[in-house]
């Protein structure tokens, strides 16, 4: 499986972005995807994920701000941020699991090569 990341660029303060995260090979509708953004560290931190059936999870900072889906016809899932503050700004990365969504880097097979998302105050 492979992961293109897309959508990332510099935003102000309280603005928007998508980002978009096209897969190759396998079957994209069973598996598992998630979002996890690094930032100055090395640590790559989840911020949300989406199951085979459609049904979603969030970190509590992404709650209410950050939407997930997916388009099974396309092979892309989504990652829509609004309200963004300067503290989103890292780089993002998708993933996939074969069979759901965990909250931890390392349970992800497959990953995307990242783009920078950068929030300006």
């Known amino acids: 499986v492979q992961l293109q990341a897309s959508g990332g660029g510099l935003v102000q303060a309280g603005g928007s972005v998508t980002l978009s995260c096209t897969a190759s090979?396998?079957?994209?509708?069973?598996?598992?995807l998630a979002w996890f953004r690094q930032g100055t560290g090395n640590k790559r931190d989840f911020v949300g994920g989406i199951r085979s059936a459609g049904d979603t999870y969030y970190t509590d900072s992404a709650k209410g701000r950050f939407t997930i889906s997916r388009d099974n016809t396309k092979n892309t899932v989504y990652l829509q941020m609004n309200s963004l503050t300067p503290e989103d700004t890292a780089v993002y990365y998708c993933a996939v699991n074969l069979y759901n969504v965990y909250y931890t880097a390392r349970m992800y097979d497959y990953w995307g090569q990242g783009t920078q998302v950068t929030v300006s105050s």
């Open positions: 090979g396998g079957t994209f509708s069973s598996y598992a």
